[in-house]
């Protein structure tokens, strides 16, 4: 056969929302072999490395999944917690935080869980639960403020590549980005807020985000200025002038060259221009994982104090803080805009026919 079908479904059970929230991917554990097979599939995704197959194919094949898993494997050894790594663990928290979020408002009518792009708990399969739970109606919302295609349209990739094997579809509803959402803004500039209270303001808020190639922004991707907005409101939102921010890109893979200016060259450089403490927040990471972690608050760490920097912060991501929450099931309830009233309406008629069939 060659579209599912729906082998559990039962006539006359209540239509539900699914709310799925997704994110990256991390390995199952920080070992080469779990490493190989995780970068596998992340480096074979044509959304992120935009090469001819058959020549990058060679190239990950025969150089990268021979070298860096040994490498990637050490640097997640650095981060990796007890019951895991940190962006599953993050990620897991944030779903059961808005499931109970949106238990309390909308009750059993919603069902939420989280699934990840690479890796497990997969795109499909969560799908699949969703669907046999009676999600009739689906929101997507990957959790990646800023849109890039290598990683919300490829994420679009996945959630279609599961219905394109289907024979019946829901409605489908796909976030593409919130870098501007007053309460995504709020949420990052009041946690910057927070770390004042603690911590005297440094010279220079830097604004780090995971870079791409130089190459996809010239092709129309708007990442880039997704980015630079979404520093200049927070910027607004805290009363910085211009000097008193820098917005800059890390995570570079490979030779070609990537958004600049370049984290780790900026923070190197900034010493000698004066700039003795700095802290760094990176808005584009709604979970703290190995990139934030490990290369922020360790390897750009040294990089900054090896070059004569005095002090040096990172301040964390947003996690499972309540105001993420709320941000997310803000931008959730928004596009449950008229399947709510729906679902209602429908439920209605199902419950007045089952009525009528008893009299
Ligand atoms: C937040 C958005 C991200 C963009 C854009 C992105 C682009 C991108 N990434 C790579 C290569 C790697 N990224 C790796 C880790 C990683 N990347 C993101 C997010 C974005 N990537 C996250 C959240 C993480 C951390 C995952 C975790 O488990 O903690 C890695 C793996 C680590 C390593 O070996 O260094 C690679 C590789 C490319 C090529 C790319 C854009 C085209
Ligand atoms: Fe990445
Ligand atoms: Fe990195």
Same mark, same amino acid.
């Given at each position: 056969? @060659?579209?599912?079908?729906?082998?559990?479904?039962?006539?006359? #059970?209540?239509?539900?929302?699914?709310? &799925?929230? *997704?994110? /990256?991917?991390?390995?199952?554990?920080?070992?080469?072999?779990?490493?190989?097979?995780?970068?596998?599939?992340f480096l074979s995704d044509p959304r992120v490395v935009e090469v001819p197959r058959v020549l990058w194919w060679l190239i990950l094949n025969l150089v990268i999944l021979n070298f860096r898993p040994k490498r990637s494997a050490k640097a997640y050894s650095t981060v990796?917690?007890?019951?895991?790594?940190?962006?599953?663990?993050?990620?897991?928290?944030?779903?059961?935080?808005?499931?109970?979020?949106?238990?309390?408002?909308?009750?059993? @009518?919603?069902?939420?869980?989280?699934?990840?792009?690479?890796? #497990?708990?997969?795109?499909?399969?969560? &799908?699949? *639960?969703? /669907?046999?739970?009676?999600?009739?109606?689906?929101?997507?919302?990957?959790?990646?403020?800023?849109?890039?295609?290598?990683?919300?349209?490829?994420?679009f990739d996945a959630v279609a590549a599961e219905f394109q094997q289907r024979r019946w579809i829901p409605d489908l509803r796909f976030i593409s980005q919130y870098c501007d959402h007053p309460k995504y803004i709020q949420a990052v500039a009041d946690k910057i807020r927070l770390h004042w209270q603690n911590h005297p303001q440094a010279d220079k808020l830097i604004f780090s985000y995971h870079g791409i190639p130089a190459r996809y922004l010239t092709n129309g991707d708007p990442y880039f200025c997704q980015c630079h907005k979404t520093s200049r409101l927070i910027?607004?939102? /805290?009363?910085?002038?211009?000097?008193?921010y820098l917005v800059c890109f890390q995570s570079?893979?490979?030779?070609?060259?990537?958004?600049?200016?370049?984290?780790?060259?900026?923070?190197?450089?900034?010493?000698?221009s004066g700039v003795e403490s700095v802290q760094v927040v990176c808005p584009g990471f709604s979970a703290d994982c190995l990139e934030t972690i490990e290369e922020i608050g360790i390897e750009n760490r040294d990089y900054f104090l090896e070059a004569g920097g005095k002090r040096y912060e990172y301040i964390p991501a947003l996690n499972d803080d309540p105001a993420h929450i709320d941000m997310m099931a803000a931008i959730i309830e928004t596009n449950l805009h008229g399947w709510k009233e729906d679902a209602d309406s429908a439920n209605r008629d199902m419950l007045a026919k089952s009525l009528g069939a008893n009299e």
């Amino acid at each position: 056969m @060659k579209y599912t079908g729906s082998p559990n479904f039962k006539h006359n #059970q209540e239509d539900k929302i699914g709310v &799925l929230i *997704t994110n /990256l991917g991390t390995p199952d554990a920080p070992t080469k072999k779990a490493l190989r097979s995780y970068l596998k599939e992340f480096l074979s995704d044509p959304r992120v490395v935009e090469v001819p197959r058959v020549l990058w194919w060679l190239i990950l094949n025969l150089v990268i999944l021979n070298f860096r898993p040994k490498r990637s494997a050490k640097a997640y050894s650095t981060v990796w917690q007890e019951e895991g790594s940190p962006l599953m663990l993050y990620t897991a928290k944030q779903a059961e935080a808005l499931k109970q979020k949106m238990r309390a408002s909308h009750g059993d @009518k919603v069902v939420v869980d989280f699934a990840m792009r690479y890796g #497990q708990p997969s795109i499909s399969k969560t &799908l699949d *639960t969703m /669907l046999q739970q009676g999600a009739r109606k689906i929101v997507v919302l990957p959790l990646y403020p800023q849109y890039c295609a290598s990683t919300s349209a490829s994420t679009f990739d996945a959630v279609a590549a599961e219905f394109q094997q289907r024979r019946w579809i829901p409605d489908l509803r796909f976030i593409s980005q919130y870098c501007d959402h007053p309460k995504y803004i709020q949420a990052v500039a009041d946690k910057i807020r927070l770390h004042w209270q603690n911590h005297p303001q440094a010279d220079k808020l830097i604004f780090s985000y995971h870079g791409i190639p130089a190459r996809y922004l010239t092709n129309g991707d708007p990442y880039f200025c997704q980015c630079h907005k979404t520093s200049r409101l927070i910027a607004e939102n /805290l009363g910085l002038n211009q000097n008193q921010y820098l917005v800059c890109f890390q995570s570079r893979f490979g030779r070609e060259e990537w958004l600049k200016p370049y984290t780790d060259h900026t923070l190197q450089s900034l010493p000698a221009s004066g700039v003795e403490s700095v802290q760094v927040v990176c808005p584009g990471f709604s979970a703290d994982c190995l990139e934030t972690i490990e290369e922020i608050g360790i390897e750009n760490r040294d990089y900054f104090l090896e070059a004569g920097g005095k002090r040096y912060e990172y301040i964390p991501a947003l996690n499972d803080d309540p105001a993420h929450i709320d941000m997310m099931a803000a931008i959730i309830e928004t596009n449950l805009h008229g399947w709510k009233e729906d679902a209602d309406s429908a439920n209605r008629d199902m419950l007045a026919k089952s009525l009528g069939a008893n009299e």
